[in-house]
C-alpha cells in the first residue's frame, strides 16, 4: 500500500500526485494487491474533489480535516508518501524532494516480499 499525504496548496503534492494516480490506475501493480491511498492533509472534501475532477486524477482519497491521521504518522510537512509492505509495516518514507523512480523501486520491493 503507498499512503501519500498531501494538499491542494502544495506545489510539490502538485508534482508528485499524477505519477501516483498513474501508478494507482497500472492494472500490473493493482493485481499484484497494490492500493494508493492520497490523505488530504487539512481541507475539506470539496476541495480535494475540485483539485483532483479540475487535474483529471482519479486517486482514492481519504480526508484528514482535523489532521488526527497526519499527527498519528509524525507528518509534519508534505507531501510525504509512506510505501507499507504486506506485512504492515512501513517499508519506506519519502518527503518532496524524492523523485519518481525511487518510490517505483520502493513499491516493486513491497510488492515481491511475502506476507
Request: with cysteine.
Given at each position: 500500500m503507498?499512503?501519500?499525504?498531501?494538499a491542494t496548496w502544495c506545489p510539490s503534492c502538485q508534482e508528485s500526485l499524477p505519477h501516483l494516480d498513474k501508478m494507482s490506475r497500472?492494472?500490473?501493480?493493482?493485481?499484484?494487491?497494490?492500493?494508493?491511498?492520497?490523505?488530504?492533509?487539512?481541507?475539506?472534501?470539496?476541495?480535494?474533489?475540485?483539485?483532483l475532477a479540475k487535474n483529471k486524477l482519479s486517486l482514492q482519497v481519504v480526508q484528514d480535516e482535523d489532521g488526527s491521521l497526519q499527527n498519528s504518522y509524525?507528518?509534519?510537512?508534505?507531501?510525504v508518501t509512506i510505501v507499507v509492505g504486506r506485512d504492515g509495516s512501513i517499508r519506506n518514507v519519502f518527503s518532496a524532494s524524492s523523485n519518481p523512480a525511487e518510490i517505483n523501486f520502493a513499491i516493486e520491493n513491497a510488492l515481491a516480499s511475502a506476507f
Open positions: 503507498v499512503l501519500d499525504f498531501w497500472d492494472q500490473g501493480p493493482a493485481a499484484r494487491g497494490l492500493r494508493v491511498v492520497a490523505i488530504d492533509c487539512g481541507e475539506t472534501k470539496q476541495t480535494a474533489m475540485d483539485f509524525r507528518i509534519h510537512s508534505l507531501p
